[in-house]
């Protein structure tokens, strides 16, 4: 910015202004372009000095750049100085602000105080305002660079996790393609496996057609010679060269044992080609076939009931729950089902009529246990219209009608309306989420993820009873 000790060296003595494309005289003084060649037309000296300024000099003074580059500059800082000043004025009331409005946090002249905007806030004068500032600016500074450096390792390890999650991810790929490369493998070899079946069974049907067709074709060929050599004979009309002719070949055989039928002898050999199962269901039985190799299976679970109020199978797979019945306040018998309401859910639950039903606690758990690692296992349910599946205090339980989500501190709802006969069931112990599918088409219904669980957890199971009920057990499914 240019100060009043230059500005002034920077003014015209004619216009009394900043030079605006400055010329300078032999005599050293200078002056705006416009100004001298104005007053050079009326008088032949130097307005300031009063020095005689020859013909030349006075149609084609000369220019000074220096001048001209520092009046522009002269001219740009006094701009920026009556821009900075109108600033520091109230922009509404044109007034110098003095105040400043602590719950805006703006700078407010005397008018805006009184003025219903600011009614009821508070002010401070400018300099105790900034005092006020300042402090606790300076405060703030004093904990910045310590929350700058937490930030710092926050981002550091955020850029590991990306790293991480990458490495990841490339792994995860890496194993996905080698496992399904073995299940390519193994189709390839089992497309082979069953084409060379099909060209064998191939070659020994038409081998044997083969067979059938060189006989045809021979006795096909013996009745045509047959069928020449007696239509030449009998043309012949005598009976000594008749006979004569006809025994020519030393033919030991009568007409009646000559012209037996030999189709008769001979038999079609029809197509034999036969893969069973693999000419219509071979799909399903090369996936069946396929399950034999693909690791990790699905855990062969073995259930052991918590109570009386259920029954497992002797071979540990399935669950049944004993009838009961109870009576309502107006004396009809309902039937039942099994709930976790009280214990595990927290909530109570009604009969379909509307009749409050006491629903107590039957469940079961599974004898494995697991303390890491992932694993799933797939639950048939059937048609039954009350149920629980999952693990202990983290379950999805059916009620007839709509899908509910339970742990320790909550109930959710799911908006999930489809009615799979069969549910698959993972559990990540390490990320603590357990998930649930529909295990006919392997359609994710929801995953719980939960910050809080105890190891090892077993496989948790509730069955339900109604008198309208599938009465199928629930049953693991074994693969």
């Known amino acids: 910015m240019a100060s009043a000790s230059y500005t002034e060296d920077l003014t015209c003595s004619i216009c009394l202004t900043l030079f605006t494309d400055p010329v300078s005289l032999l005599c050293g003084h200078a002056f705006c372009r416009k100004c001298i060649t104005s007053s050079l037309s009326t008088q032949d000296q130097c307005p300031q000095c009063r020095t005689t300024v020859p013909t030349e000099e006075k149609y084609f003074p000369t220019t000074s750049h220096i001048l001209k580059s520092l009046a522009e500059k002269a001219k740009e800082a006094e701009k920026i100085k009556k ?17 400043f409005c602590e719950t805006d946090q703006q700078l407010a002249c005397v008018i805006c105080r009184d003025g219903e905007k600011h009614d009821g806030h508070k002010f401070k004068p400018i300099k105790e305002a900034a005092t006020s500032l300042r402090q606790e600016l300076e ?6 660079p310590g929350d700058i450096h937490a930030i710092e390792s926050l981002a550091n390890t955020q850029r590991e996790e990306i790293t991480k999650t990458k490495e990841t991810s490339c792994q995860l790929m890496s ?10 493998q193994f189709l390839r070899k089992r497309e082979d496996e069953i084409k060379k079946e099909l060209q064998e069974k191939e070659r020994e049907a038409v081998e044997k057609m083969s067979e059938k067709l060189n006989a045809m074709d021979t006795a096909l060929s013996e009745r045509r010679e047959l069928e020449v050599k007696v239509t030449s004979v009998l043309e012949i009309q005598d009976s000594e060269w008749f006979l004569q002719s006809w025994t020519e070949d030393n033919t030991m055989m009568t007409p009646e044992r000559l012209f037996r039928p030999r189709a008769d002898d001979l038999q079609v050999a029809y197509s034999s080609l036969y893969l069973g199962p693999y000419e219509s269901h071979l799909q399903f039985f090369v996936w069946k076939e396929m399950l034999q190799m693909i690791k990790p299976r699905a855990e062969l679970l073995s259930l052991k009931r918590d109570n009386t109020g259920v029954t497992v199978s002797d071979d540990g797979r ?10 309502s306040q107006s004396g009809h018998s309902f039937g039942y089902a099994q709930a976790s309401g009280g214990s595990l859910c ?24 697991f303390t890491s690692g992932q694993h799933y296992w797939e639950i048939e349910v059937g048609k039954r219209d009350y149920w629980e599946l999952g693990v202990k205090y983290n379950f999805l339980k059916y009620d007839g009608q709509k899908y509910i989500i339970c742990n320790q501190s909550s109930i959710t709802e799911l908006t999930f309306t489809g009615r799979p006969r069969k ?3 993972y559990l990540n112990c390490s990320s603590k989420e357990l998930s649930f599918y529909d295990a006919d088409n392997m359609k994710h219904v929801h995953t719980m993820s939960q910050t809080v669980m105890s190891m090892p957890v077993s496989a948790y199971f509730n069955v339900g009873y109604s008198k309208d009920t599938d009465p199928n057990p629930l049953t693991v499914c074994w693969y």
Not at 139 to 144: A, F, I, R
Not at 175 to 184: G, N, V
Not at 322 to 327: D, E, G, L, R, W
Not at 353 to 359: A, I, W
Request: proline share 3%; glycine share 6%.
């Open 83 to 99: 821009t900075k000043v109108a600033e520091y004025l109230c922009p509404e009331h044109e007034e110098k602000l003095k105040l």
């Open 139 to 144: 405060m703030g500074m004093e904990n910045l």
């Open 423 to 425: 549910f698959g069931i």
């Open 346 to 369: 927290g909530q109570n639950n009604f009969s379909s009529s509307g009749t409050f039903c006491d629903r107590k606690t039957k469940h079961a758990f599974s004898f494995n246990e």
């Open 175 to 184: 194993q996905i393609s080698t496992q399904f490369e073995e299940m390519h």
């Open 318 to 327: 399935s669950l049944f729950c004993t009838p009961q019945s109870i009576q």
